[in-house]
């Protein structure tokens, strides 16, 4: 059915492509499920769906209510289209250094920006948000790193159509934030095939961690201590800049324009299937290239483009 | 066995300001114990008393968290690297 009455409902069923010819293994598969199909553009339009539509049946979302929220982006995103569809207002605490058309799709969406200092990332956000969200008891406080939605939606969403459409899959690698893709999608396939291993990329911590004064201000998201991450994750790796937009730009000459954290899963998935015999690895493409066309990722001198990278928040 | 050990920076006062330190061991647990021993100020930042990782800590074997290797048990060899870094929200870069 391609008709809809809602932009919303196009939310999910996104397709697996498979890419096995970037494989280093000839007996290993690799697919990507091309979460940027979603309408906002990436995968987070599913968890923004689910807490709004979660809060919404707790009766802590009024008509006309305001929302605020600390991202990186695309959550941001995801939230100001669900909110402008759904006529609430939202705030988004952003770290300056995001790409410009992160910025601007916040802005097409009618969402109000708060920056946060780039130096900080994303922790600097969450701590900016928690702090603004105290302020203001008056704005409602979704808070995607806490809230069980956003697992849920992944749960019920991402991993169903992911085990649905490749029942063959021996490992599952995604990117880390929130751990809400990590957490929902393996809790899902563990319970369905045991064997399953689920590997989780990162980007390298950089300067935010830097600006820590003691190890006290870390932080570990309740929703993959209370999802119980340590147990379910196989491995867990650092992909760098270099790597993650090499395997983008692979990804390019297979016809897919993903954005950056896209190669940094891949490189992960390259890497997992070096390190086994045989399997079918699925991996996730958080987004598309799009927004990410302002850093040059694809046609830039590497070495240029690295150090940019290297000052972006990308995942 | 002496490998590279890469610290955060706030954990370099502890080191005399240093960046970049050696530690010896065969293991993450031996070459974390070791460095205590060497830089005793950063005695009670890795571990916690009952000898298990700091919940805020991340220790990287290369470019793999020993949490999901064998944790402290995780072998080290000759060449390899390791860093020590605050565990931080995603998207940190």
């Known amino acids: 059915m391609a008709r809809h009455s809602s932009v919303l409902d196009l939310i999910g069923e996104t397709p697996l492509v498979d ?42 979302l009024e008509p006309g209510a305001t929302l605020l929220e600390p991202s990186s982006g695309n959550t941001g995103i995801g939230l100001a289209m ?8 939202l705030k988004v605490v ?12 916040l802005q097409v969406f009618g969402a109000e920006i708060i920056e946060s200092p780039g130096s900080e ?16 008891p008056e ?16 749960f019920e969403g991402t991993a169903r159509e992911i085990y649905r459409d ?43 961690v830097d600006g820590l004064r003691n190890l006290d201000d870390g932080y570990v998201p309740p929703i993959f201590t209370e999802g119980g991450g340590e147990e379910l994750l196989d491995r867990k790796t650092i992909v760098g800049p270099r790597d993650s937009i090499e395997w983008t730009r692979r990804l390019a000459e297979l016809g897919i324009f993903a954005g950056i954290s896209t190669g940094a899963a891949l490189a992960g998935a390259v ?16 987004d598309g290239g799009w927004k990410y066309l302002s850093t040059d990722a694809w046609t830039g001198d590497i070495d240029a483009v690295v150090e940019r990278a290297k000052q972006t928040i990308y995942f | 066995m002496s490998v590279e050990v890469r610290l955060p920076t706030l954990l370099r006062p502890a080191a005399n300001g240093k960046a970049v330190v050696t530690a010896t061991g065969g293991t993450i647990g031996e070459l974390l114990a070791n460095l205590q021993r060497s830089y ?7 571990l916690t008393n009952e000898g298990s990782l700091h919940r805020f800590v991340n220790v990287y074997l290369n470019d793999d968290d020993v949490r999901y290797l064998d944790r402290l048990d995780t072998r080290v060899s000759e060449g390899d690297t390791v860093s020590i870094l605050p565990a931080v929200a995603g998207g940190a870069h």
């Open chain 1, 19 to 60: 890419v096995s010819s970037l494989s280093p293994n000839p007996r290993v598969q690799i697919l990507v499920k091309l979460e940027g199909q979603n309408p906002g553009g990436s995968v987070k339009d599913r968890p923004a769906l689910a807490m709004i539509e979660q809060a919404e049946k707790d009766g802590r």
């Open chain 2, 40 to 46: 005793p100020a950063i005695q009670g930042q890795l």
């Open chain 1, 121 to 136: 990332g994303s922790n600097g956000a969450v701590r900016l948000a928690r702090s603004l969200a105290e302020e203001h």
């Open chain 1, 271 to 286: 890497k997992c299937a070096k390190t086994i015999d045989s399997g079918v690895i699925v991996f996730v493409s958080a």
């Open chain 1, 139 to 154: 704005w409602v406080f979704l808070y995607q790193y806490a809230n069980p939605a956003n697992p849920r939606a992944h």
């Open chain 1, 82 to 89: 669900v909110c402008r569809v759904k006529g609430y207002h």
């Open chain 1, 94 to 105: 952003l770290p300056s250094n995001v790409s410009v058309e992160r910025r601007q799709l």
């Open chain 1, 166 to 208: 490749c029942p063959e899959i021996t490992h599952f690698v995604a990117g880390l934030g929130t751990s809400g893709t990590l957490i929902g999608v393996g809790t899902y396939l563990k319970d369905k095939k045991p064997e399953v291993e689920v590997w989780a990329v990162e980007p390298p911590a950089g300067e935010a």
